[in-house]
Each structure stands twice: as C-alpha cells, then as structure tokens.
T-cell receptor, first 114, second 110 residues
Framework: EPEVTQTPSHQVTQMGQEVILRCVPISNHLYFYWYRQILGQKVEFLVSFYNNEISEKSEIFDDQFSVERPDGSNFTLKIRSTKLEDSAMYFCASLLAGNTGELFFGEGSRLTVL | QKEVEQDPGPLSVPEGAIVSLNCTYSNSAFQYFMWYRQYSRKGPELLMYTYSSGNKEDGRFTAQVDKSSKYISLFIRDSQPSDSATYLC??????????FGRGTSLIVHP
C-alpha cells in the first residue's frame, strides 16, 4: 500500500541551527502538507503546497520556515534558525485530489531543539 | 469558540464494549469529516472519511455525521485492547485543510 515516508525519524539540534525535514509523498498525489504536534497538544496545520507553490499557511509558518519540492518526489520543510519551541513532531501529509479530504500522513519526524 | 472540540478523555472501557467518540464543530462550511487513529509518537492513521450526513460503516467502525447539529461520532463495536490509542477527528472545507480536534485517548482493558 502506498505510503508517505519521512526522514529523519528523530533529529536533535542546537538552538539556532538550520534543520531540513524530508518527505516523499504518495506518488500520484497532488497536494502536500506539513503539520506539527507539540507533545501532548493537538495536530496543527503549518502549510499546504500545490502546483509548486504554497497555497495556504498558518500564522505558525513564519519567515523561519520554508518549503520546497526540489524534484518530482521529495517535499522538504526547512527551519532556518531553530528555537526551543520548535521542538515537536512534524508530520508530512499528501492528498490525491482537491475534491476529497482524505489526507494520508507519514510517521513523523521528531525534532528536539536543545 | 474553538473550531473543532473534542473531549480529551481518557475514556476507559472493558474489552468488547461499544465505544462512542464525538466531536462538535462550529463552521457550517465544513464538508469533509475524518477520523484518525494515532498511537503514541506515531503519525495519524486515517480510519474513516465521509462528506455527507448519515452513517458510514467499515468493519467494526461506524462514522456518523449530523450536519444540522454540527456533530460527528465514531462508534467502535467489540472493542479490543489493540484499539487503545488516541482518536482524532478532523474536519475540512473547500480549502481541503483539515482542522483537528485535541483527540480522545481510548483505553480498552482486557
């Protein structure tokens, strides 16, 4: 069964360092998302991406964040200068088409900022 | 008023019980309704998806949507210890960006 894959599964970094989280969405899907979940809290939307550009972003997704689809398969989230409060699980998700709501999530990348 | 409200629980039931999990929402424009299961430190796993009022059944799971009351439910029949997880409702509108509830922690004890 097709699935969304994410790497790394866990990354530990020092405050102020840049981090890149990688995702391979399901191959025929067209919409891509990043969500995050701080420990014990709800899953929160960060950004959606369609047709090689950001379609929507939340207020969490400030100038420190960026997304890219550098080739036909990968979808990346970059955090330029990490802060302690960026520590969370980051989930990538993909959606086949715009007339459904069935997002499929990856297993997540756990980011720990020290 | 929060967009999607869900009681965090925990909800503890004996094996074999029927479980009822619920969410309410405030935005009448929402039209896609999903239930996800999340095990600890894992990604949300899509269980059920529906876009209309009424019931949808899949094995031991039944999703129910009442758009007039802005109320959705997930029923689990013959619950098993392996059903122990956090259940997240997620609702979206035309932007296809699901908004999640807090999740309800379910514990099924043998």
């Amino acid at each position: 069964e097709p699935e969304v894959t994410q790497t790394p599964s866990h990354q530990v970094t020092q405050m102020g360092q840049e981090v890149i989280l990688r995702c391979v969405p399901i191959s025929n899907h067209l919409y891509f998302y990043w969500y995050r979940q701080i420990l014990g809290q709800k899953v929160e939307f960060l950004v959606s991406f369609y047709n090689n550009e950001i379609s929507e972003k939340s207020e969490i997704f400030d100038d420190q964040f960026s997304v890219e689809r550098p080739d036909g398969s990968n979808f990346t989230l970059k955090i330029r200068s990490t802060k302690l409060e960026d520590s969370a699980m980051y989930f990538c998700a993909s959606l086949l088409a715009g007339n459904t709501g069935e997002l499929f999530f990856g297993e997540g990348s756990r980011l720990t900022v020290l | 008023q929060k967009e999607v409200e869900q009681d965090p629980g925990p909800l503890s039931v004996p094996e074999g019980a029927i479980v009822s999990l619920n969410c309410t929402y405030s935005n009448s424009a929402f039209q896609y309704f999903m239930w996800y299961r999340q095990y600890s430190r894992k990604g949300p796993e899509l269980l059920m998806y529906t876009y209309s009022s009424g019931n949808k059944e899949d094995g031991r799971f039944t999703a129910q949507v009442d758009k007039s009351s802005k109320y959705i439910s997930l029923f689990i029949r013959d619950s098993q210890p392996s059903d122990s997880a956090t259940y997240l409702c997620a609702i979206s509108g035309g932007s296809y960006i699901p908004t999640f509830g807090r999740g309800t922690s379910l514990i099924v004890h043998p």
